[in-house]
């Protein structure tokens, strides 16, 4: 039981898959301009990774070991279908607001990661803890940007207003703005590992 | 069908909606091969390359499978199916008939299947060029030149940054910053640049 907690835990912080390992950084920068926004993104792509990294997990004994990308990518695909259907369904709004990066989620290369370097080697409990936790640590990276950006961008959090008698800068809010926080995120992350050692 | 709206794809997917800098799509391969100039060049050319041909492809099965058979919601899966096995089939191709091409592209053409941009701009092009479930007029000229363009606008950003890096090379940095935050930080401020172009209207 102890295992099975560590790997939902390593995703959060130790093996953070947008800082530590820089993956599926293009949907972050992205969609990273509202916290609504962050955790559409964040929840979506836990739900896929959750998902895709439980049925790898159970067929990774009958899949051939040549062609196991492009079963892997069918099944990544299938799951992100059914998000994006759920998501127009139920949440058009925000299915608007995240548009082609929904789909996209099936080149993320956190998911198919994930997929190939844990889910092809490790039974089902721990492939689903493993994608519970690589996705909430995707989502509070998520979090963490767009909180940025929104609070330095548009002087909001959630779409509140907070701070009153505050010119935001607009330019965190556009697509240069998302590059230099995550750079200097990034950056910051460097310095605390460096210290830990 | 006219020149204007050509020369406004060509704009707006080069330099104002360009690939890396504002739709970010393609930053895996961007930050991490943008070092040198010369594997730079390789691989942007192999992503234009793939960009275009994909784009070809995936505007038929969109236009002849997809909508009239009225399943679109399966344009995810059949659009990332066709990208693999086209990489795949490109990649035999050429190393069966251009062994020095294979070389040149060398461990860059099967890292294209993942990359985002060639997915993010078939899935563009079956946004932009299809409406109400038709397409519209001169559909499939505009999506080839979309993709044309937008292999345009990922060489030129690739060409700048991989200019920058190498020159970099020589620099003193702080450690903390060192390659990859350094690179999006740089990324970060070619982007504004590029902003100058918002706003340039036909």
Known sequence: MKNIFQECVKGIIKENPTFVLALGLCPTLAVSISMINGLGMGAAATFVLVFSNIIISMIKGFVPNKIRIPCFIVVIATFVTITELLMKAYSPALNRALGIYVPLIVVNCMVLGRAEAFASKNNIWHSLFDGIGMGIGFTLALLLISGIRELAGAGKIFGLNIVKGFEPAAVIAMPSGALLVIGLLLGLFNVIKRRDK | ?202
């Not at chain 2, 461990?107 to 946004?127: F, Q």
């Not at chain 2, 190498?166 to 003193?172: I, Y």
Request: charged content about 10%; glycine content about 6%.
């Open chain 2, 1 to 202: 069908m006219s020149i204007a709206v050509f020369l406004t794809i060509f704009i707006s997917a080069v330099f104002i909606n360009n690939v890396i800098l504002s739709r970010f799509l393609g930053l895996c391969s961007f930050i991490a091969i943008s070092k040198q100039t010369k594997p730079a060049l390789a691989m942007s050319f192999a992503v234009m390359f793939v960009i275009t041909m994909s784009s070809i492809i995936t505007w038929f099965i969109y236009r002849f499978l997809l909508i009239p058979f009225n399943i679109t919601y399966l344009r995810t899966i059949s659009f990332i199916l066709v990208i693999a096995a086209f990489v795949q089939l490109v990649e035999m191709m050429i190393r069966k008939f251009a062994p020095a091409l294979y070389r040149f592209f060398g461990i860059y053409l099967p890292l294209i299947t993942v990359n985002c941009a060639v997915l993010g701009v078939a899935v563009l092009n079956s946004d932009m060029f299809f409406a109400q479930g038709k397409a519209v007029p001169a559909s499939f000229l505009y999506s080839v030149f979309q993709a044309v363009c937008a292999g345009l606008g990922f060489t030129l950003a690739m060409l700048l940054m991989s200019g920058i890096r190498e020159r970099l090379e020589l620099c003193d940095v702080p450690k903390a910053l060192k390659d990859f935050p350094l690179g999006f930080i740089i990324a970060g401020i070619m982007s504004l640049s590029f902003m100058g172009f918002n706003g340039f209207k036909f």
